[in-house]
């Protein structure tokens, strides 16, 4: 199955960390960090479920959940959250999908067949509180994701939900944003711009980024 974005992402029913998880259900109003790792006891997914731990504050102030997802079961999980807690000096307050079966991992395309028969390779979805996917990033086993590139787009993503604004390239939450070229009337610009604008050419526009 292909996830596209804009797609509801598809609920399901698995056993986790935690417990028995149904995943519409514990995602609420929250907007979701679903990320799939190769294995447990793995030294690439230590630091990423490490790095992923330590953004708690970040997520919470976001409004975001992490959840994360092998094929490995449950309590093979909780043997490994200690390593990730004792090697990664963190706390792991997240849960992770306990896939042994593989429905989650094929409902969400996680396995690849080029690249593992068997594990899931480093995907990762951003889904919104309507349950939609607005990103998807797909990583190399031998490669460690980017969280502040995560966190990057999703203060992205929610600001541009927010206002009538795109983000440039390599933009950071206070950067300037540019004006979408669907904004053309006058009285238009100057209401949701109040702060004005500068145009290098016609069909590019820059403004400061709204309060948000």
Request: overall charge negative; charged content about 25%.
């Amino acid at each position: 199955m292909t996830i596209r974005l804009g797609d509801t992402a598809p609920d399901f029913e698995q056993d986790s960390s935690i417990g028995k998880l149904k995943f519409h259900e514990w995602a609420g109003d929250s907007w979701v960090v679903l990320f799939s790792h190769p294995a447990d006891f793995t030294p690439v997914c230590t630091t990423e479920l490490g790095l992923t731990a330590k953004l708690k504050p970040e997520f919470d102030k976001r409004n975001v959940k992490a959840i994360a997802l092998s094929v490995d079961p449950a309590e093979s999980h909780q043997a490994w959250i200690k390593d990730i807690e004792a090697t990664q000096n963190t706390v792991v307050g997240f849960p992770i999908i306990a896939d042994a079966d593989r429905k989650v991992s094929n409902l969400y395309d996680m396995i690849h067949p080029e690249a593992s028969a068997t594990a899931t390779v480093r995907t990762l979805f951003v889904i919104d509180p309507n349950k939609k996917v607005r990103l998807t990033l797909t990583y190399p086993m031998s490669t460690g994701r980017n969280f502040d590139e995560v966190l990057r787009v999703i203060d992205a993503l929610q600001l541009t939900d927010g206002y009538t604004v795109a983000t440039p390239g390599n933009w950071k939450d206070g950067d300037d944003v540019i004006i979408p070229l669907t904004v053309q009337d006058p009285d238009v610009l100057k209401q949701k711009y109040p702060k004005g604008y500068t145009a290098e050419r016609p069909y590019l526009r820059v403004t400061p980024q709204p309060n948000k």
